[in-house]
């Protein structure tokens, strides 16, 4: 057996512990209001896509496919319709081994006058429901994006750098950019640099017309986690979101924060569409019946699953 194989055996262990020691938490309390009306009635997280899926399922698809099956979903905005959706098109998880999907509604736990704050706030609040499942990582994900990922790779990453907090990354156009957090990082890929929807974001090194911008996808240590949460939630100044106040508090205080690159080391399609407003919503499900789609719904090897009528 030559050292490649030893070494991608060792990985594939690491990897493996890693996956069964995680836990996901899947924010899907988002109002959506740039969609307009169809988010009269539902969160943006329910919103159905492709003509089979609510977005939600895209996030969930990938937590299963990569292995991660002990899965919260917090919920807060006109969420009826995507309690249903989980309820009747996410309940095969084994309970048995361990499997779970459980649905967290925003229930003004510490204050009887505020929901949830931010992304921040929205974890902070639910902590006890994190720590009482006893999980080693946890994965932060955002309910409203459409792309397939492999979950897994960016754990090993994490693993590996032995990083404080790792953040899924993706290039856009320099002109899409300040609508997200842009990063610019060394060349060992630990992140130097964070601006939330910057007004002039910075480009890549090299290429002026892309930018570096977060997925909004996290992965902690739980125990980090709590700690990190519980000194934002004591910051009177903070507005409890994880790209405006976490992520830039830890790289001024000097912690390692590490960028994953999405689609670089998976063989699946480097894939990710933010569909807050209205135009990119229309034009990603127009992508899906494109003769060289780079999503396929259906592909084997990495299913979208849905299980509801969409209502």
Same mark, same amino acid.
């Given at each position: 057996m030559n050292m490649a194989t030893v070494q991608a055996r060792s990985r594939s262990r690491l990897v493996g512990r890693a996956t069964r020691d995680a836990l996901a938490l899947v924010l899907a309390g $988002?109002? $959506?209001?740039?969609?307009?009306?169809?988010?009269?009635?539902?969160?943006?997280?329910?919103?159905? @896509?492709?003509g089979r899926s609510r977005i939600i399922d895209f996030a969930l698809s990938n937590c299963v496919n990569? =292995?991660?099956?002990?899965?919260?979903?917090?919920?807060?905005?006109?969420?009826?319709?995507?309690?249903?959706?989980?309820?009747?098109?996410?309940? @095969?998880?084994?309970? $048995?081994?361990?499997? @779970?999907? *459980?649905?967290?509604?925003?229930?003004?736990?510490?204050?009887? =006058?505020?929901?949830?704050?931010?992304?921040? =706030?929205a974890v902070y609040q639910s902590l006890d429901f994190v720590t009482g499942y006893g999980p080693k990582y946890v994965v932060v994900l955002a309910g409203d994006h459409v792309y397939a990922m492999d979950y897994s790779e960016m754990l $090993?990453?994490?693993?590996? #750098?032995?990083?404080?907090?790792?953040?899924?990354?993706t290039t856009v156009p320099i002109a899409e950019a300040s609508e997200f957090g842009v990063m610019e990082v060394d060349a060992s890929g630990r992140i130097i640099g964070f601006e939330e929807k910057p007004k002039h974001p910075k480009p890549m090194p090299g290429r002026p *017309?892309?930018?570096?911008?977060?997925?909004?996808?996290?992965? @902690?240590? #739980?125990?980090?986690?709590?700690?990190?949460?519980?000194q934002d939630a004591a910051d009177e100044n903070s507005s409890r979101d994880f790209g405006k106040n976490v992520i830039p508090r830890l790289l001024k205080q000097g912690y390692h924060v590490q960028a994953y690159y999405y689609g670089k080391s998976s063989g699946e399609p480097h894939y990710w569409r933010d569909v807050g407003t209205v135009d990119a919503y229309f034009n990603a499900n127009l992508e899906l019946v494109s003769a060289n789609a780079e999503? *396929?719904?259906f592909n084997p090897r990495w299913p979208i699953l849905s299980g509801s009528v969409l209502v």
């Amino acid at each position: 057996m030559n050292m490649a194989t030893v070494q991608a055996r060792s990985r594939s262990r690491l990897v493996g512990r890693a996956t069964r020691d995680a836990l996901a938490l899947v924010l899907a309390g $988002g109002r $959506g209001s740039r969609l307009g009306a169809l988010t009269n009635w539902r969160a943006k997280p329910a919103v159905p @896509f492709g003509g089979r899926s609510r977005i939600i399922d895209f996030a969930l698809s990938n937590c299963v496919n990569s =292995d991660i099956r002990r899965i919260l979903v917090l919920t807060q905005y006109k969420s009826h319709s995507l309690v249903k959706h989980l309820l009747a098109g996410w309940n @095969f998880l084994n309970s $048995g081994h361990g499997e @779970f999907l *459980d649905i967290v509604p925003a229930q003004q736990w510490l204050s009887e =006058d505020n929901w949830y704050l931010g992304t921040a =706030d929205a974890v902070y609040q639910s902590l006890d429901f994190v720590t009482g499942y006893g999980p080693k990582y946890v994965v932060v994900l955002a309910g409203d994006h459409v792309y397939a990922m492999d979950y897994s790779e960016m754990l $090993g990453v994490h693993v590996e #750098t032995g990083s404080d907090v790792t953040i899924a990354c993706t290039t856009v156009p320099i002109a899409e950019a300040s609508e997200f957090g842009v990063m610019e990082v060394d060349a060992s890929g630990r992140i130097i640099g964070f601006e939330e929807k910057p007004k002039h974001p910075k480009p890549m090194p090299g290429r002026p *017309d892309r930018a570096l911008v977060s997925m909004g996808i996290y992965v @902690f240590l #739980t125990e980090y986690l709590a700690h990190q949460l519980r000194q934002d939630a004591a910051d009177e100044n903070s507005s409890r979101d994880f790209g405006k106040n976490v992520i830039p508090r830890l790289l001024k205080q000097g912690y390692h924060v590490q960028a994953y690159y999405y689609g670089k080391s998976s063989g699946e399609p480097h894939y990710w569409r933010d569909v807050g407003t209205v135009d990119a919503y229309f034009n990603a499900n127009l992508e899906l019946v494109s003769a060289n789609a780079e999503l *396929d719904l259906f592909n084997p090897r990495w299913p979208i699953l849905s299980g509801s009528v969409l209502v």
